[in-house]
């Protein structure tokens, strides 16, 4: 035996790939499409799959220059289990999925995805103190036009929504404060 791989594949980007191309076969034979972490462009991307960028933006500017769905999910803006020193609620606000791209591509995205590691804190209280307020400020990113982008504004706005916030019980974390008679 030469131990060379039959299927003439030179490293694991290349098994990935390979691999994926016949998972997405098998997929879209059931009438489902595949959707991988931004990994699965390494190696080359299935014809069909969509990509979740979760390593920056990179991966998911290149998969819709490609002409394949994503959905934006950056570390850099979208992960609530960091700390809000790294992400607070205005950067979370400032996220912009469709940045780098032209408007024809800006189409191949889906939308945008909040991540939330429950391995970090699982107490109710600390999940809430981590998720809100900035699940509310890339809610407003996700479901707005992309011309709505004042911060300011949107913390009028956000005002009532503490308010309720706290109204429930919710222990949000305090990076944004509720402003009285508004």
Known sequence: MSGRDPNGLKNE??????????IEKFVNKQGRSIIGWDEILEGGLAPNAAV????GMNGGIAAARSGHEVVMSPTSHCYFDYDFS???SQKAYGFDPVAGLSPDQAKLVLGLQANFWSHIDREPEKVDGQLFPRLLSLAERAWSNKDVKDWPTFK?????HLLRLDSMGIKRHRDISVEEGT
């Open 13 to 22: 980007e290349e098994l990935q790939s390979y691999f994926i191309r016949r």
């Open 52 to 55: 979740m960028s979760w390593r």
């Open 86 to 88: 790294a992400i607070d």
């Open 156 to 160: 009028g706005r956000l005002n009532n």
